[in-house]
């Protein structure tokens, strides 16, 4: 068998011949390189954006919208590159839809110029199902609620020696205040069962109602429950409880998660005056197929 072999002149002359097409070949790499970071800058800004404006969702559309729209301009996107925010009719989801016009660098010697990258994310607020910073008060789930809705806590007995304090991470007076004053730092779950605190505990509730009270009225003074900051103290994240049968110390399973806007403490019998709201949480985990008790917390869309 007889092998043909090249000449170095002959190897020399195939390799110029082939020089554009594998200089054509690297230059489309780079290009699409290209269009794939921005693709990619795109997507995660409009992730990023739609998670921060539906942390306002069920109760501001508004401001869903003007944040998602500013988390965007943070993660780079201009704001003729947005080609819509909207916001579904139930106040659940938030859409952004985004767009941008990306040029060719090298592609322009086979005839490319630019190109129209598109991408879109939703967010919605889905039920909480685990929380964090909640207070060391229980509503009984059968509470009737709606938005806006008066809700008194601790109008009277829920069952014998409950007044519907809980019992969170210990007993005693001063885990209790401290717990209403800062939030639970432990996790909560729905399923969880969780002890009462049996008593009115008058005092107690009062300081650290009040407490709560005084600080979202000085940090927040303009804040209401219908318009208010995210993290606004008078905000009260609590478990949605079963109260019945119960007597004395006992354990209540957990259901869901509400939140309250309080208004005011009576300090001789410790009713708290509350507005039932609906928001998101920081610090919580949604959970899938649950009834929503009020509490929510933002997730992309799948």
């Avoid at 054509?24 to 990023?48: E, H, K, P, R, S």
């Avoid at 779950?189 to 979202?216: C, F, W």
Wanted: charged share 15%.
């Amino acid at each position: 068998m007889r092998y043909l072999r090249k000449s170095r002149g002959q190897s020399v002359v195939l390799f110029t011949v082939a020089l554009p097409a594998i200089a054509g070949a690297v230059a489309l790499v780079l290009d699409v390189a290209n269009l794939y970071c921005n693709w990619t800058f795109l997507q995660t800004g409009a992730d990023a954006a739609v998670l921060a404006g539906a942390s306002y969702l069920p109760g501001s559309s508004r401001d869903a919208i003007a944040t998602a729209n500013s988390y965007a301009s943070q993660n780079k996107i201009a704001a003729n590159e947005i080609r819509s925010v909207t916001v579904s009719p139930d106040n659940m989801t938030l859409t952004m839809r985004v767009a941008r016009s990306v040029s060719f660098t090298f592609g322009r010697v086979v005839g490319l110029t630019s190109v129209t990258l598109s991408a879109s994310s939703t967010a919605k607020a889905q039920s909480v199902g685990v929380a964090q910073g909640v207070i060391p008060l229980g509503i009984d789930y059968r509470t009737d609620r709606t938005y806006g809705q008066v809700i008194t806590v601790k109008a009277g007995q829920v069952g014998a020696g409950n007044w519907e304090p809980l019992a969170l991470g210990g007993n005693g007076g001063a885990n209790y205040v401290s717990n209403i004053e800062n939030g639970y730092p432990g996790t909560v779950s729905i399923g969880d069962q969780i002890e009462t605190e049996p008593g009115n505990i008058v005092g107690p509730t009062a300081t650290g109602i009040t407490y709560r009270m005084d600080l979202g009225a000085n940090g927040f003074s303009t804040g209401t429950f219908s318009d208010h900051a995210l993290n606004d103290p008078r905000v009260l994240l609590v478990p949605m409880v079963d109260f019945s049968n119960i007597n004395g110390k006992s354990q209540v399973p957990v259901k869901g998660f509400a939140e309250l806007w309080v208004v005011s403490v009576n300090g001789n019998n410790n009713t708290i005056t509350t507005y039932f709201i609906e928001q998101t949480s920081p610090n919580t985990v949604a959970i899938r197929g649950e009834d929503s008790y009020g509490a929510f917390t933002p997730v992309l869309a799948q």
